[in-house]
């Protein structure tokens, strides 16, 4: 796990002395990503140049060093991530190839050697991992950058006059003097509904994530040119699982999903530094430590936080699986002031607008866990992968019955629903029976009289997981350009509602807001985490199951359950699903209130001209009143503030 920048100067060469500066100084501010070692390799002649910062997972020596130059010498790495199957690739190279005279056994050199000989491309579709990498090759003079299939691992790019330049983070891209950073209002507006900014785009005009699973090229003949091409798509991955399901039986499908969970996690175990797993005591992160466990002659490493409010706490259940397993156990209970005290960090943590709630505790996590390992495997990807979630069963069951009524009917029970307050819901769900009780039932009435109003059922889903909409015209200016979300030819062809809105999650919610929240989270102390349910073997296996196996009897995540229950018993398991998160709603009425002010002060959102002030303001009294709990729609406008405040300072510190 590393961070990686760099730049190719358009224009050709350049001054050595000015390259290796400005590299070094792009590297520096990744000193978080990588804090074990730091290098520059520059080709002045040719106006290129790469800056490497180094946390030393597999092989420790010098020998693992980078950018690296491959042994032919015609291609210079820098690399970010884990290539798990590189010990067989390396028995692939040398069967093929000859022994090759390899300097140390690092990833890296594996990596490097498997471009030379397969080619890039068929290099990158061998490849088992998590990555982010910028290619020089010196003799086509080709630029290549490439991102592993889910996006686990971040790179950004984009072209400031005759300077293409590309990072880890933003925060690298910003130390190149050519640097021009114009926040993007369409950009803006795709924050204020998703709490995130989806790929390609980035807050600024002329920066763009590079979208999981796809390299870009940029060659002497089309210097800024390029353009995004896939290796793997999770659309292919889909939409062949649907056309050829797997045939066997349950119990069958449950054998197979074992031996692959086995096989990604025995390689993602595989450090020279000490290693261990966060656990919630959910399915997800409880399956992964339990089958690490399986496989290790030695208690795995778990890690916990626990909070005040037992309405966020999972840390009992995390300790009895914890126990059950045998694990060597380490929980730290927060209290609320501590967790707060993770605000101010945020903004720099995450360098452009983010708003996932449960960044703190992910923080909070990642913290405690970096001081005893280095590596951390959690559970992420599982709900999307095997129907988690409980919009998938709120949103079929929804659209199982409205789409039988004419809209305008549908549109008179919405009108219905909203005459009552969410408080006034909030009272009558309390005499409802405990199987259809959820947290702040009130909003999620109003939410299903928002999802009554949509004509289909991608409608649905992008009312269920926006915030602000487009009808609350939050952002001056703003603009929402096309999405993967929002433009039907990004969408995978497989037939039940469910399963396309799963795979809505997995191109949206899950590599620009689940991925993104973890890799800043562990990264800002130093820390490697790893994700291998997302190993893409398992992936495409679990889009071979169908639907009425992966929630089965209104049972979610079925075949997850059936793999964990040969190792924890389902009673330590089975309970209600507890997001990850932290009660903001509160603080922001209590402890939080004069900061949110501050930020939400009419006059300050005039005189930034980036948002509208009135329906702001609206939210914020009705928030704080107690009518309504807008705290997703306020921590939107909250961490764009915070985010854009720490801008300024920073222009104001650079002049």
């Known amino acids: 796990m590393c961070g990686l920048a760099g730049f190719l100067n358009l224009n050709g060469g350049l001054n050595a002395d000015t390259a290796r500066a400005v590299a070094s100084a792009m590297g520096a501010v990744l000193h978080h990503r990588g804090p074990d070692d730091s290098g520059i390799w520059e080709d002045a002649g040719q106006g290129v140049a790469l800056a490497h910062r180094r946390l030393s997972i597999v092989d420790l020596s010098p020998e693992g060093h980078q950018p690296m130059v491959s042994a032919c010498g015609r291609y210079v790495v820098a690399f970010n991530g884990e290539i798990y199957n590189h010990l067989a690739l390396r028995r692939d190279l040398e069967g093929a190839n000859g022994a090759p005279a390899w300097r140390g056994y690092s990833d890296t050199e594996t990596l490097l050697a498997a471009i030379a000989y397969w080619g890039l491309e068929p290099a990158l579709q061998r490849f088992v ?94 210097w800024g040119d ?16 649907v056309r050829r399901p797997f045939s066997g039986t349950p119990d069958a499908a449950i054998d197979v999903l074992d031996g692959l969970l086995r096989q990604a996690i025995a390689s993602q175990m595989v450090a020279d530094v000490p290693l261990g797993a966060f656990l919630s005591g959910g399915i997800d992160s409880s399956l992964v430590v339990a089958l690490m466990q399986a496989q290790s002659a030695r208690p795995v490493k778990t890690f916990t936080i626990g909070f005040e409010d037992p309405s966020y706490n999972e840390a009992e259940h995390a300790k009895a699986v914890a126990r059950h397993l045998g694990t060597e156990h380490t929980e730290l209970y927060v209290r609320s002031d501590q967790a707060r005290d993770v605000i101010p960090r945020l903004s720099s943590i995450y360098d452009e607008p983010f708003a996932d709630s449960s960044q703190i505790p992910t923080f909070l996590v990642a913290q405690l866990a970096r001081r005893h390992v280095t590596v951390s495997l959690s ?6 992968l095997f129907g988690g979630y409980n919009r998938y069963l709120w949103a079929d069951r929804i659209w199982h019955y409205v789409k039988r009524f004419p809209k305008p009917g549908r549109l008179l029970l919405a009108q219905a629903i909203t005459l009552l307050p969410p408080q006034a819901w909030d009272g009558l769900f309390r005499f409802a029976p405990k199987a259809i009780q ?52 990004n969408w995978a062809d497989v037939p039940e509602f469910v399963q396309r809105i799963m795979f809505l999650d997995g191109i949206s919610y899950l590599p620009d807001d689940i991925l993104v929240k973890v890799d ?33 009897n209104g049972i979610s995540k079925w075949p997850l359950r059936q793999v964990l229950y040969r190792y924890v018993p389902e009673k330590l398991i089975e309970r209600p699903k507890m997001g990850f998160g932290v009660p903001i709603g509160t603080w922001l009425r209590g402890p939080l209130n004069n900061w949110a002010e501050d930020l939400l002060d009419e006059s300050r959102l005039v005189r930034e001209g980036f948002l509208n002030p009135v329906p702001i303001r609206k939210a914020w009294q009705e928030h704080l009143s107690g009518r309504r709990n807008w705290q997703y729609r306020l921590w939107n406008v909250l961490m764009f503030e915070e985010w854009l405040t720490r801008q300024e300072k920073r222009a104001v510190i650079s002049q």
């Open 379 to 384: 559970g992420d990807g599982g709900d999307e």
């Open 520 to 552: 800043r989270a562990t990264m800002a102390v130093g820390l490697e985490g790893r994700t291998p349910l997302l190993d893409h073997r398992v992936a495409e296996f679990a889009w071979q199951l169908p639907l009425e196996l992966k929630i089965h």
């Open 438 to 489: 959820h947290r702040l039932p009130g909003d999620k009435m109003h939410k299903l009289a928002d999802v009554l109003k949509a004509s289909g059922p991608e409608e649905i889903y992008r009312n269920m997981v926006s915030h602000w909409g487009t009808q609350s015209m939050v952002v001056q200016g703003g603009h929402e350009p096309s999405t993967t979300l929002s433009d039907p030819a």
């Open 226 to 241: 390029g353009s995004p091409q896939p290796y793997w798509t999770l659309r292919n991955a889909a939409e062949a699982g």
């Open 129 to 222: 991992g998590m990555f982010a990498l910028a290619l020089w090759d010196r003799l086509e003079r080709t630029l290549h950058l490439a991102r592993d299939r889910f996006g686990e691992k971040p790179l950004y790019y984009g072209r400031m006059g005759n300077v293409f330049l590309f990072g880890s983070e933003l925060k690298a891209l910003q130390q190149h003097p050519a640097w021009r950073g114009e926040i993007d209002r369409g950009s803006l507006a795709l924050f204020m509904r998703y709490a995130y900014v989806p790929a390609p785009y980035s807050i600024y005009k002329g920066v763009a994530k590079l979208p999981p699973g796809n390299c870009i090229s940029l060659g002497p003949t089309s």
